[in-house]
Every structure is written in structure tokens, then in C-alpha cells.
Nanobody, 127 residues
Framework: QVQLVESGGGLVQAGGSLRLTCAASGRTFSIYAMGWFRQAPGKEREFVAAISRGGSRTLYADSVKGRFTISRDNNKNMVYLQMNSLKPEDTAVYYC????????????????????WGQGTQVTVSS
């Protein structure tokens, strides 16, 4: 079972930036697609971004497209989420998750396709 640990959250003013990091344990990190999700208070968890196992394909929610960038470093077992032009509506707990897919090009936005989740990191954007 892989362990995922997120970091990098915090309090930032609207228009600011944050970079989230997800550190994964295990030797098989590089064969799985990875994703970021978020959950705001009183709301359901929602998809943010996903990246294929080699990083060649990415997928973004419409709400973050053009502002957020997902990337990964398979040598370091790390996944990143660079968040720019943050808005108050981006406030949420952000979770890193491992996809069940080992396809080179498949990414998913449905949470049911992910089998391992981190504990989350809080992102708060003030107006």
C-alpha cells in the first residue's frame, strides 16, 4: 500500500500562488497515474488535475485550467500542483491520490478510479 503525504498548503491572498507537493512511498510510483482533488467545507470532493504515469498527458478541471499546473518527478516519487492566480473559491483541503491506471496515457477525473489518498493539506485564499 502506497503512502501519500501532501505539503505546501497555507494562507495566501487572492491573486497569489502556492505549490503543493505530494510525496509517495514505494517503488512502483512511476507506473501509476496521479491526481489532485479538493474538498471545500460543506461541499463534495471535486477533481482538480491528473497526470499520466510518464507525465505526457494531463487533465484539468475547467475551474482551474490555465491557472494550475500538475507535474511529477518519478525519480523523486513526487507530484506537484503549482497554483497561480488563486481565488477565494479555491479554498479547500487538497488531496493527492493514486490512480489505479497503469496505462501510459490514461488519466481519470472520477475519484472512484483512485485507490490511495493522502491526508490532505489546507489551502486558504483570502479576498
Amino acid at each position: 500500500q502506497v503512502q501519500l503525504v501532501e505539503s505546501g498548503g497555507g494562507l495566501v491572498q487572492a491573486g497569489g500562488s502556492l505549490r503543493l507537493t505530494c510525496a509517495a512511498s514505494g517503488r512502483t510510483f512511476s507506473i501509476y497515474a496521479m491526481g489532485w482533488f479538493r474538498q471545500a467545507p460543506g461541499k463534495e470532493r471535486e477533481f482538480v488535475a491528473a497526470i499520466s504515469r510518464g507525465g505526457s498527458r494531463t487533465l484539468y478541471a475547467d475551474s482551474v485550467k490555465g491557472r494550475f499546473t500538475i507535474s511529477r518527478d518519478n525519480n523523486k516519487n513526487m507530484v506537484y500542483l503549482q497554483m497561480n492566480s488563486l481565488k477565494p473559491e479555491d479554498t479547500a483541503v487538497y488531496y493527492c491520490a493514486r490512480d489505479t491506471s497503469v496505462s501510459y496515457y490514461t488519466v481519470h477525473e472520477e475519484g472512484s478510479n483512485y485507490d490511495s489518498w493522502g491526508q490532505g493539506t489546507q489551502v486558504t485564499v483570502s479576498s
